[in-house]
């Protein structure tokens, strides 16, 4: 148990479908982060998320939609996805956003396949 | 651009083995730190080991240990003593000092044998 809880563990949607992913940590940090990993790629940052502002969007298609309501809790909207957003979603939380000084705590990710 | 390369897709060794893991990178930075995370199959990311890029003395962790490289951009993991349960996949990443995003290689599956 890392503190980082996601839910669902896995999820099959429709590109029609809008679904949403959640992810808690109960490590009272501050910063947390959602990123994106595809079979044979390296993982990708999508946003980064401080203080519930959002400080990143590494340039995501807006049909995914994160929103962070409180420090603990991070969720990312989908809606009409295609099938190669398929792919392992995790979050991830930290301290601050200093990730360079910081250790990155992560959730056991959200399988997502997109039919 | 800031890349990250894991030219091993797969290693196998014995259990009670030496591995190491290689990884470069590429960054015209001069401020950054280099991590090796290691995913097993409960697919959630553990920090392994971390080295700031302006100590040259490598960094361990029991029997993980690292051999940095920075004139060659080179970053490898040594796992001495291999065990069952280090089999996962590692990944090897930098961050620049000041930013948010980590930067991934592709990864490397280990697998230790019985």
């Known amino acids: 148990e890392t503190g980082v809880t996601q839910t669902p563990r896995h999820l099959v949607m429709g590109m029609t479908n809008k679904k949403s992913l959640k992810c808690e940590q109960h490590?009272?940090?501050?910063?947390m982060y959602w990123y994106k990993q595809s079979a044979k790629k390296p993982l990708e940052l999508m946003f980064v998320y401080n203080f519930k502002e959002q400080t990143e969007n590494n340039s995501v298609p807006s049909r995914f939609s994160p929103e962070c309501p409180n420090s603990s809790h991070l969720f990312l909207h989908l809606h009409t996805l295609q099938p190669e957003d398929s792919a392992l979603y995790l979050c991830a939380s930290s301290p601050t956003r200093d990730g360079a000084n910081e250790k990155l705590f992560f959730g056991s990710g959200t399988q997502l396949s997109v039919l | 651009a800031q890349t990250v390369t894991q030219s091993q897709p797969e290693m196998s060794v014995q259990e009670a083995e030496t591995v190491t893991l290689s990884c470069t990178y590429d960054t015209s930075e001069s401020n950054y730190y280099l991590f090796w995370y290691k995913q097993p199959p409960s697919r959630q990311m553990i920090l392994v080991i971390r080295?700031?890029?302006?100590?040259?003395q490598n960094a361990t962790e029991n029997r993980f240990s690292v051999n940095f490289q920075k004139a060659a951009k080179s970053f490898s993991l040594k796992i001495s003593d291999s065990q069952l349960g280090d089999t996962a996949m590692y990944f090897c990443?930098?961050?620049?000092?000041?930013?948010?995003?980590?930067?991934f290689g592709q990864g490397t599956r280990l697998t230790i044998n019985p």
């Open positions: 080295q700031e890029a302006y100590k040259q």
């Open positions: 490590l009272g940090h501050n910063a």
């Open positions: 990443a930098f961050i620049i000092q000041g930013a948010q995003k980590l930067v």
